[in-house]
């Protein structure tokens, strides 16, 4: 990688310098319809009758509160915020997340976002995701692999079976394509 131009920014740790910045939503995005809400409840509805029956009360409230979050997480929309990488670390907004404590990174689509993910060496958060512009995708290829290993993160055992539940119990309508 030598004769980069930006490889004199991270061998230079006298002062900070930006190496990219930019400005995107602070979480992944999904404006979700009508038909969504009304089959969601639909089926915490039935659960719910269910687990009543069997005298389960807590889980039908512990249920009924993460279809509340998930309510206002899809119907307030995020806000803007700063993305920084600097030749310390990287910013998300005013939180810093230094180069010795980030361990690996990847790209993945959430919802209807590009996000970048970065995995991390604290107890909390663990992971650590950024919504990001997919114009800027190669360039930020580019700046992390310099630094932290660039991964293929394989599914989980629990993203093959939100993803089994999603084809298979579509909460809303599928576009056709032709």
Same mark, same amino acid.
Request: with cysteine; hydrophobic share 45%; glycine share 4%.
């Given at each position: ?12 740790p ?8 930019w400005?995107?939503?602070? @979480? ?5 319809? /009508?038909d969504?809400?009304?089959?969601? #409840? ?7 009758? #269910? ?9 039908? #409230? ?6 509340? *979050? ?9 806000q ?9 670390? *990287?910013?998300?907004?005013? *939180?810093?997340?230094?180069?010795d ?13 590009e ?5 991390? /060496?604290? @107890?909390?958060? @663990? %992971? ?17 692999? @310099? ?23 579509p909460?809303?309508?599928? %576009?056709?394509? %032709?």
């Open positions: 990688m030598k004769g980069k131009k930006d490889d004199y920014i991270f061998t230079d006298s002062e900070e310098k930006t190496v990219f910045e400005v995107a939503a602070e @979480r992944a995005f999904k404006n979700r319809d /009508k969504f809400w009304v089959t969601a #409840i639909s089926i915490l509805v039935i659960v719910g009758i #269910i687990l009543f029956l069997i005298g389960e009360s807590m889980l039908i #409230i512990a249920l009924c509160s993460i279809l509340f *979050l998930y309510y206002v997480l899809s119907t307030v929309p995020p803007n915020v700063n993305y920084k990488i600097t030749n310390r670390g *990287l910013y998300f907004g005013e *939180l810093n997340y230094t180069w404590v980030l361990e690996r990174f990847w790209f993945k689509n959430s919802l209807d976002s996000m970048m993910f970065i995995e991390t /060496k604290l @107890r909390f958060p @663990r %992971q650590i995701s950024f919504v990001i512009n997919p114009a800027d995708k190669e360039k930020l290829l580019d700046i992390m692999k @310099r630094k932290i290993p660039l991964t293929e993160n394989p599914p989980s055992a629990m993203d093959k079976t939100v993803k089994w539940f999603g084809n298979h119990l909460l809303e309508k599928r %576009q056709k394509t %032709q």
